[in-house]
Each structure stands twice: as structure tokens, then as C-alpha cells.
């Protein structure tokens, strides 16, 4: 199949395990000839910056809570949903919130309390919002919201068939946006769950991955 777009992750797809971005896969990017779609949880404003330096034009910040397309912005998700969940989580576990300040949909704490229990805790108190780890962070988003609705939006503004998009990523959090790409790459270090709808997975992790998946896709006139 041809590629017409390809909306890929930052953290742990086009970077190391230490968020550095990889050489290898900044190398990749100037072999991609389609639009670049930007697809990640972290706040918009470092989105918008990551995505001008690394020559995309669109964008999906915060798990799919914000969407840019070109210097247009579009909000998605209601923020104070996600501070509801957060005060509930703050009484019943020892949870710690990270970069709240820059954040305009969803929220993030540090990994390392009890997800599972949090989760069915959020569950009983009936806040619609989801716990989602991506391996970096733990996001507070509201349901129905992640990359897969935005990248629905992202394609439908660009005109294009999100059947058309290359989908590249690690995490659970990619997983929406990959069941409505045509096709679907992960990197080595990749969740199980990534793994196993991915069309293709890269021999090495992080950007290193990355940069193989563009390969492969080269190599077989996909872009």
C-alpha cells in the first residue's frame, strides 16, 4: 500500500529511553517525502515546538486532548474533568502531579503507585477518565478522547483516509491511533500489546526503530 501520511510518537519511538531524541531517527525524517503527523502525551506547547523543529506541520498533543493543523488549534477534552479524578486520587493514594501548569486537557503523575487500584478507584467514584502509563508517565485523560479520536480529526481536516496513515509507536497510549492507521510499525522496545497488531516491528528499539520502520517502508514503495 502507498502511504500518503504518517502520525508517529515522540517518547520512546523517535527518542531513547532518557527522552534524548535519536540521531538516527532525526537522520530518518528527511527520507520521508508524506506528511508527518506528530502524535504524543506531552503538553501542547512543547508539541507545537518539537513539531516545527522536527519540519511537521500537524500535530497531537496530550494524548489526544489537543490537535493542531498548520497554526490552527483545536481543544478536544475538558481539563477539569482530569482535575476531579486527580483531587479523588490525591486522598486514596500517594500520587505526585507533574508539569499541571502547561497542561490544557489532561493531567500526568509519576509512575510508581498502584495503576490497577487507581484505576478500579476512579471506576467506582464514576469520573470518566481513564489511567494510562505510557512507560514515561501515568496520564489522566477523559474518556473517549486519545490519539485515535484525534487522528479521525487530524485526517478528516487534511482529507485524507486514516486508512492512508502509517502509525508508528510504543505504548498502550498508541494503540487507539494505530487501529485506525493502515498500517501499523513498532519499535523493538514496544509493549506487548503494540507489538502484536503491528504490520511490522523494528529489529532495534527507540529511534534507532524508528528509522528502521521508515527503511522498510522505503524499500517497499510505501513512501
Known sequence: MRIKAIAVDIDGTL???LRRLS????????????????ATGNTHC???AATIMLGASHSIA???G?????????????????????????EAFSVELLDARYRLTDLVLRRGFDLKAASAFIERMGIPVDLVDTGFAVHIKNKGVSKGTALLRVAARMGLDPRAFAAVGDSLSDIPMMEEAGFVAAVANAVPQVKEIADYVSPSPYGEGFAEVVEYMASRGMI
Do not use: K, W
Not at 540521531?23 to 506528530?38: D, G, K, T, Y
Open 62 to 64: 496530550e494524548n489526544g
Open 23 to 38: 540521531p538516527a531517527a532525526l537522520q530518518s525524517l528527511e527520507r520521508v517525502q508524506v506528511p508527518l503527523v506528530i
Open 66 to 90: 489537543v490537535i493542531s493543523i498548520d497554526d490552527h488549534m483545536e481543544i478536544i477534552a475538558d481539563r477539569r474533568t482530569c482535575d476531579e479524578a486527580y483531587a479523588q486520587l490525591a
Open 46 to 48: 512543547f508539541t507545537r
Open 15 to 17: 527518542t531513547d529511553d
